[in-house]
């Protein structure tokens, strides 16, 4: 099975902080993605790579910014947290293909912004 | 882009069979349909995924008209363990038209 691990269940930061989110996929899928979930809004989409070292703004990529230099690593950055960005986030990986929707994702990040 | 419209909750018992539609009028022809589920403090689980007619694997069916500008997840004799929020999704061609919906939350009674 895939396993897609992101490196906290639970965070929190203070306004002004910079916060990594840091997501590993385990199955050397070409795709990573970072979503964002809030509360009847379901979740949107920041940013995704289908490529070491190669982004793609997503629907709300507004005040994050994210990396990737290795295949199975691809984190998250806020540059500098402002409470409105307090949400679970949900990194997700697939492979290219007519199934590139069928995103794998992990169990997610609450980040709490004070 | 094609956004999708879900009923915001459902209601359903053990036993029966649930079916949940999805409309997305704006969809496009190279987009695919794909539905997830989601248990509370997990992320979304793959639940199925068509392109146009009928889809059936050994958890659930897809059913896509002729449009394409809807389509209906079909749970047969649901379980508790069914409660869930079930997302759908319609995209594919090119990641930056990927749309979640707002999800569908069901509740499975006893």
């Known amino acids: 099975d895939v396993k897609v691990t992101q490196s906290s269940r639970y965070l929190v930061k203070r306004t002004g902080e910079k916060v990594f989110l840091e997501c590993v996929q385990d199955?050397?899928?070409?795709?990573m993605f970072w979503y964002r979930q809030d509360p009847g809004l379901g979740l949107r989409l920041i940013y995704f790579s289908y490529d070491v070292k190669m982004k793609e703004k997503g629907d709300i990529p507004e005040g994050y910014s994210v990396s990737r230099e290795k295949k199975e690593r691809f984190s998250l950055i806020l540059e500098s947290a402002s409470t409105n960005q307090t949400s679970m986030y949900l990194c997700?990986?697939?492979?290219?293909?007519?199934?590139?929707?069928?995103?794998?994702f992990g169990d997610g990040t609450r980040l709490s912004i004070l | 882009l094609a956004k999708t419209t879900q009923p915001i909750s459902m209601d359903s018992y053990e036993g029966q069979e649930v079916n949940i539609t999805c409309s997305h009028n704006n969809i496009a022809t190279n987009d695919y349909i794909t539905w997830y589920q989601q248990f509370p403090s997990q992320g979304p689980r793959f639940i199925i995924q068509?392109?146009?007619t009928k889809v059936t694997n050994e958890v659930a069916s897809l059913f896509i008209p002729a449009d394409r500008k809807s389509s209906t997840l079909s749970l047969p004799r649901v379980s508790l363990s069914d409660t869930a929020v079930y997302y759908c999704?319609?995209?594919?061609?090119?990641?930056?038209?990927?749309?979640f919906g707002a999800g569908t939350r069901l509740a499975v009674h006893p």
């Open positions: 999704l319609v995209g594919g061609g090119g990641y930056n038209k990927l749309i």
């Open positions: 997700a990986s697939s492979q290219p293909g007519d199934r590139d929707l069928a995103q794998h």
């Open positions: 068509g392109y146009k």
């Open positions: 199955m050397d899928h070409e795709n």
